[in-house]
Structure formats: C-alpha cells, structure tokens
T-cell receptor, first 114, second 114 residues
Framework: AQSVTQLGSHVSVSEGALVLLRCNYSSSVPPYLFWYVQYPNQGLQLLLKYTSAATLVKGINGFEAEFKKSETSFHLTKPSAHMSDAAEYFC????????????FGSGTRLLVRP | EAGVTQFPSHSVIEKGQTVTLRCDPI?????LYWYRRVMGKEIKFLLHFVKESKQDESGMPNNRFLAERTGGTYSTLKVQPAELEDSGVYFC????????????FGSGTRLTVV
C-alpha cells in the first residue's frame, strides 16, 4: 500500500527565512502528488500538484515543490517565510489504481517567528 | 461560487448518542468524498460518491457509520451509536471530475464524543 511520510510534525522558522517541509512517498510508479494547507478554522486548500508535466511545480503564495523520483521525495519550499504562512501543511498522493483517493501524510505545522 | 459547506462546525455528544454530519458540495460537482482525521493523525479516506451512488466505501470504519447522498446533492454521514474513538475532524470534499486530487474541501466538522 502506498504511504506518505512527512518528516517533522512541527517546523519553526523565522520570518524571512527559508521554509522547507519534507515529504517522501512510497510507490513503484510515480503517482500524482499534492500539497494542501490548512489555515486555522479553514478547510484544506490545494497549494500545488505534480502531474508528471514538470518536476518543479509552482503553487500559490510563493510555494514550490520539486519531484525527485530517485529520492521518492516531493519537498515543499518557500524562499522567504511570512507570518501568514503559519498553518498546517499536508502532503498527499493519489494512487494509480484508485486515483479518486488521496493518501495523506500526518501533516507538518509551520510556526513563523517574528 | 459557493464552496463546500459542512454542518455543524462543531459537535459534542455523549457516547452512545447519534450524530449526523452534513456536507453541501459545490453545485454541479458529481463527486463527493468524506475524509476523517482522528487525534492529529493522518487524514484518511472514508468514501466516495458519484452522484447518489457509493463508488468506494472501503474506508468506512465499521457499520456504525452510514453515509447517504439522496438525489445526488448534499450528503450526510451518520454515526450511530457514537464511540469515544470516533472523535476527530470529518472533512468533505467535492469535484467535477474524479481522480487526480485537486478537490475542494470544506472546513470540516469537529466531532467530540465524551
């Protein structure tokens, strides 16, 4: 069964610092990959998705993620953190054999220090 | 365009009681999904509707959970009788086409069973 691992349940950065949230997936075939964000008291919002068109994917709010097949990774980055980026971030995979499903990682809560 | 709406936003019930959660998808979205996040763990798939038909309910925990989507519009998820381990956040999502993520999620219903 496919799985998604997010390293670090909490990540703390200073405002203006690089944001790096890690995600690794287990799959013999590159699946579709996603990053979702949940701001306080809101639903899950799609940040970006990888659909095999390009390995570097740009999303909303200045975030981007790079698909690395050799490392089975899809880490999320942002060059400069803003206070408004404080939220919980979820990496997810859509299995090839049941593409309507999303399999989520356990989430990483991003804290941004002034 | 209105988003995915879930009612109630919070519910606190006693063990053994019945609770019904409701999800109103985006108008015109044939695909509706229920997910659940328990105790800060992964968000897990519960089931998938296409219009009024259940396409996959493999994620439903047990027969205390019943999902319906009469008429292919809004959906309800009933838990009867509720147990302590049912506490968590229940998310609903909808999409026009099935597969490959990118769904629109609601804000979730936080269910607490005491």
């Amino acid at each position: 069964a496919q799985s998604v691992t997010q390293l670090g349940s909490h990540v703390s950065v200073s405002e203006g610092a690089l944001v790096l949230l890690r995600c690794n997936y287990s799959s013999s075939v590159p699946p579709y990959l996603f990053w979702y964000v949940q701001y306080p008291n809101q639903g899950l919002q799609l940040l970006l998705k990888y659909t095999s068109a390009a390995t570097l994917v740009k999303g909303i709010n200045g975030f981007e993620a790079e698909f690395k097949k050799s490392e089975t990774s899809f880490h999320l980055t942002k060059p400069s953190a803003h206070m408004s980026d404080a939220a919980e971030y979820f990496c997810a995979v859509s299995p090839m054999d049941s593409s309507y499903k999303l399999i989520f990682g356990s989430g990483t809560r991003l804290l941004v220090r002034p | 365009e209105a988003g995915v709406t879930q009612f109630p936003s919070h519910s606190v019930i006693e063990k053994g009681q019945t609770v019904t959660l409701r999800c109103d998808p985006i108008s015109g979205h044939d695909n509706l999904y229920w997910y659940r996040r328990v105790m800060g763990k992964e968000i897990k798939f519960l089931l998938h509707f296409v219009k009024e038909s259940k396409q996959d309910e493999s994620g439903m925990p047990n027969n205390r959970f019943l999902a319906e989507r009469t008429g292919g519009t809004y959906s309800t998820l009933k838990v009867q009788p509720a147990e302590l381990e049912d506490s968590g956040v229940y998310f609903c999502a909808s999409s026009q086409v099935s597969g490959r993520g990118g769904y629109t999620f609601g804000s979730g219903t936080r269910l607490t069973v005491v």
